[in-house]
């Protein structure tokens, strides 16, 4: 061990980017404790950690940018009919149930969401109108409904509502209810895929990948935030490690700043663990992104 300790000493003394001396705080292998290698390993489990979240952030902000290129491809129309309920082209819907302990609050919790491809016609930009069909075989719908929109149908409707709801809401089952919408006749709308003509002069909608991409609105008003927050949050991650880690190996090693640096150490860790997953959750596209919601007597 003491000949092992000697080399590293002595090929770091010959490294160009550090002093010609060790500082006289650093211990030699031999010299370190069991605290020693606690600390070490706390500080590599911490790192581990933090990177581990700042990563899932970068890969989050990438998915976002991709989203927002693919968005610059989009075709802008207005929904002129549609095949669904008041004439809706598209709709997404949202299960929740709602539960309370008699405080004058009801608490919402999504269930389930699913969007539906009703089908109907578009007018482009151009003046064509567009023929757009119902999913067929493995095709897939990915819907953003309006955020304004879903908290508008997630809004307690009046007081008489919520004495109806709150008497549900206080038994084990709940207060099941289920929010609706959708781009109808009028709403203009955001559209993936290209047009083909398929009989002289009727345009239809052809998507590649089996994905039928709607939004109610432009989507790179909702993308370019969440890609700057996922930016932000990541390089957060990295910076607060790295300044708890100088903090925890200050010397003297266990001193006060050293403990104080240890301590913002697991702080970081036990806080940034909710707080990811409270980003990842901003993250989330419109059509998964929860909803909730809160009622108020």
């Known amino acids: ?32 404790s069991g605290s020693h290698w606690l600390g070490l390993l706390g500080l590599a489990v911490l790192w581990t950690n933090m990177l581990l979240i700042a990563a ?34 598209a709709s997404h819907r949202v299960e929740q149930v709602g539960r309370t302990n008699g405080d ?8 389930r969401c699913e969007g539906a491809l009703h089908g109907g016609r578009v007018q482009l930009e ?11 075989g493995v095709q897939r719908l990915d819907f953003w409904p309006d955020p304004a929109a ?21 038994k084990a089952r709940g207060f099941p ?44 008003r909702w993308v370019a935030p969440r890609v700057a927050l996922a930016l932000g949050f990541a390089a957060l991650c990295v910076l607060l490690t790295l300044a708890c880690s100088v903090l925890a190996l200050w010397p003297p090693v266990f001193g006060t700043v050293s ?21 990842r959750d901003m993250l989330r596209p419109p059509s998964t992104a929860f909803v909730r919601g809160v009622w108020r007597r």
């Open 177 to 220: 209810r289920a929010l609706e919408v959708s781009v109808a006749v009028g709403d203009t709308v955001w559209l993936s895929g290209h047009v083909e003509d398929h009989d002289e002069g009727h345009w239809h909608l052809a998507v590649s990948g089996g994905v039928v991409f709607i939004s109610a609105f432009q989507p790179s």
């Open 56 to 89: 899932a952030a970068l890969i989050a902000a990438r998915e976002q940018w991709r989203s927002r290129a693919a968005s610059s491809r989009l075709l802008r129309a207005v929904v002129i009919a549609g095949e669904g309920p008041g004439g809706a082209l």
């Open 259 to 279: 403990a104080i640096g240890a301590l913002g150490g697991a702080a970081l860790w036990l806080g940034f663990m909710p707080l990811g997953t409270a980003v």
């Open 150 to 170: 879903v908290a508008r149908a997630a809004a307690c409707p009046d007081s008489r509502s919520f004495a109806s709801a709150e008497e549900s809401a206080r």
């Open 1 to 32: 061990m003491t000949l092992a300790s000697s080399w590293i000493h002595a090929a770091l003394a010959q490294s160009p980017w550090l002093p010609e001396s060790l500082p006289p705080w650093w211990p030699t292998l031999s010299e370190l």
């Open 126 to 136: 151009d003046g064509r109108a567009v023929t757009i069909l119902p999913l067929e």
């Open 104 to 111: 004058g609050v009801i608490y919402f919790h999504d269930r």
